[in-house]
């Protein structure tokens, strides 16, 4: 499942809801980012973040149908964030649903790394009296 917002969210909620599908998850791996205060030795005042939603979630989508051929998983759910975020908010969940956590653990790396890398979200950090796009 994926799912592009502004609104926060509750891991808790989150898992449950997935879990409550299967009755086979022996192992859940999740990665949780948040707003971090600093940020190549600059204080970070808070972020915006800027999507393509309709590319992303194919993107997305995408990535995640890749690791389920790599890895034995049960499910997947990514929930990204956008819009103006301040220090510690949530950003983004991964979380990767399998019977076994070697399955989850490399599935949940691999990911987020391409997430991190390649999905189209565009970052805007604000400073004391500047700002920059990564």
């Avoid at 990767?96 to 399955?103: A, E, G, N, T």
Wanted: hydrophobic share 40%.
């Amino acid at each position: 499942m994926i799912k592009i917002q502004k609104k926060d969210f509750n891991i808790d909620f989150e898992i449950k809801k997935i879990k409550l599908n299967y009755s086979n998850i022996g192992a859940t791996s999740i990665f949780l980012g948040n707003v971090r205060n600093v940020n190549e030795n600059q204080k970070v005042k808070f972020i915006e973040l800027e999507v393509y939603k309709d590319m992303a979630i194919k993107t997305l989508d995408t990535i995640c149908l890749k690791a389920k051929k790599k890895w034995n998983l049960i499910d997947t759910l990514i929930i990204h964030r956008y819009g103006k975020l301040n220090i510690n908010d949530k950003i983004v969940l991964v979380a990767v649903f399998s019977s076994h956590r070697k399955d989850s653990f490399e599935a949940c790396n691999y990911i987020m790394n391409y997430l991190k890398k390649d999905a189209p979200f565009w970052k805007k950090e604000y400073y004391n009296k500047k700002y920059k796009w990564l």
